[in-house]
């Protein structure tokens, strides 16, 4: 019995130094690193820009009501949002072509620009759903049951979730 007591204590405190060398997790930033951005401000005023821009968005107002006034004036305002992501895009762009030879500037600023594509597409499928509306499409009449709201949510969320990836891992230096 007491060979037995004298193992479980040895692998105990065998485990014990064992498990000491395990690496915990650190406050320090992860992920890529994007070094020597010889644009930094401007990237990350466009991506600033865009936040704001996101932020914004939650107070498209959309039923099956509306009036055709209405939906007139919310697809107004859907193109406002897309005119100003055009603008950001842009930017980018002209970023790109002016930073050619800096990758990390080439690579930081196509990641964002995935993230207003993202919106522009959700934006885009809302105004489709605002024409369907408009023709009284009985599918669209449904709306959070419709096939209509699946994609505007699910690009919605592609570029909140690109947003936050590049919040939470991206190291700028």
């Given amino acids: 019995m007491q060979r037995k007591v004298r193992r479980v204590i040895m692998f105990v405190i065998l485990i014990t130094l064992a498990l000491s060398n395990i690496a915990y997790a650190q406050n320090a930033p992860y992920g890529p690193k994007v070094e020597d951005l010889k644009g930094k401000e401007n990237?990350?005023?466009?991506?600033?820009?865009?936040?704001?821009?996101?932020?914004?968005?939650?107070?498209?107002?959309?039923?099956?009501?509306?009036?055709?006034?209405?939906?007139?004036?919310?697809?107004?305002?859907?193109?406002?949002?897309?005119?100003?992501?055009?603008?950001?895009?842009?930017?980018?762009?002209?970023?790109?072509?002016?930073?050619?030879?800096?990758?990390?500037?080439?690579?930081?600023?196509?990641?964002?620009?995935?993230?207003?594509?993202?919106?522009?597409?959700?934006l885009r499928l809302q105004q489709n759903l605002i024409r369907a509306l408009e023709g009284n499409n009985a599918e669209s009449k449904k709306l959070f049951y419709s096939n209509y709201l699946i994609p505007v949510y699910y690009y919605l969320t592609l570029g909140d979730q690109m947003v936050a990836y590049i919040d939470t891992y991206f190291v700028l230096s």
């Avoid at 991506?47 to 007139?72: A, W």
């Avoid at 107004?76 to 930017?91: G, P, V, W, Y």
């Fill in 43 to 122: 990237i990350i005023q466009n991506l600033d820009q865009m936040k704001k821009l996101r932020s914004n968005l939650t107070i498209i107002g959309i039923s099956e009501n509306s009036s055709e006034e209405q939906l007139k004036n919310t697809d107004k305002d859907l193109e406002n949002f897309i005119q100003q992501l055009n603008i950001i895009r842009k930017n980018l762009e002209n970023h790109r072509n002016t930073y050619k030879d800096s990758f990390p500037d080439i690579f930081f600023s196509e990641q964002i620009s995935f993230v207003a594509d993202s919106y522009i597409i959700s």
